[in-house]
Structures are given as C-alpha cells and as structure tokens.
C-alpha cells in the first residue's frame, strides 16, 4: 500500500505548479544543456555531458517525487477538526516546563514540514504527542538528552 501524503491545499497548488514548471520549461533547459554538450565531441571525457545528465538524471527523480506526492495526496481540511483539539493543519502555542519558553508549532503534513520554520510533521515524536490534546494538556517528548514537556497554552485553526 502507497504511502498517504497529508498537505494543505495550498501544498497541493505549489507542487502541481512546481511539476508543471519541471515537465515544461526545465525539461526543455537540460535537454538543451544535453544538446549543447554533446556538440563539443567524445563524451567519455565531456564534463559537461556528464554534468547534463546527471541534471537530467535528478529532474527525472524530482518529477517522479512530485507525481507520487500527489497521486497519494490526502487534503487536509480545516472544517473537518474540531475546535480547541491539537491536529494536522492547526497552530499551537507551547510552554517548555523546564525552561518556561514559550514557542509556536504548526502541525502539518510531513511533506510540509520545515522545523526550523516552526512547521512540525504529524509524524515526528512531537507531532504525535501533541494530537488529539487540548489547552492546558502535556506533551512529554522523548529526546536523546532525556524527556522534555511541553505545557499547551494554546490551538489555533
């Protein structure tokens, strides 16, 4: 069985627009670089042959991604989750128990996730442990250096 990609619909447009500009307009660049290459003869040592087609190699691979992402794509939809729960697609606002920061996390789907940009995958550990809570639950994640907690002060939709 396929794996099932949860993204937001705005995810859904940014790959389909991304896979439109990759089929089109980068196919046509590599195959032009291909082209250009191979003019300059033998291509047991042309560089820029191998360099093309490597190119070429990784723009298949990344089409190939982004036509899986969303033939298994699953929508996630504000309206189906209820109100004041912590799940995919919802903002939260947290408290380290043993620091007292207060930090802002947005679940979403694993192809959407970017932690350095506060947007966390459902499928990490602290991803997992946060849903289905509710304001002033407790999020207990297991780390390398021991257990952190997490005191929710917050869900937004």
């Known amino acids: 069985m396929a794996k099932e990609y ?18 089109t307009t980068r196919e046509k660049e590599v195959a032009e670089q291909i082209k250009e290459a191979r003019s300059f ?6 560089s820029e042959y191998d360099e093309a087609k490597n190119e070429q190699a990784k723009l298949y691979g990344r089409i190939a991604e982004i036509e899986n992402v969303l033939q298994n794509a699953v929508i996630i ?8 729960i912590v799940s995919l697609g919802c903002t939260l606002k947290v408290r380290d128990l043993d620091t007292n920061e207060v930090e802002i996390y947005a679940i979403v789907g694993s192809q959407e996730a970017d932690p ?7 499928d990490s550990p602290f991803g997992r442990g946060a849903l289905g809570k509710t304001v002033g639950d407790t999020i207990e994640v297991e780390v390398p250096a021991g257990m952190i907690r997490y005191e929710i002060l917050g869900v937004e939709k």
């Open 116 to 122: 350095m940009l506060g947007r966390i995958s459902d």
């Open 41 to 46: 003869g033998d291509l047991s040592e042309n």
């Open 6 to 23: 949860k993204i937001t619909s705005s995810r859904l447009k940014e790959l389909e627009t991304e896979l439109n500009y990759l089929k």
């Open 77 to 84: 939809e504000e309206n189906d989750q209820l109100a004041g």
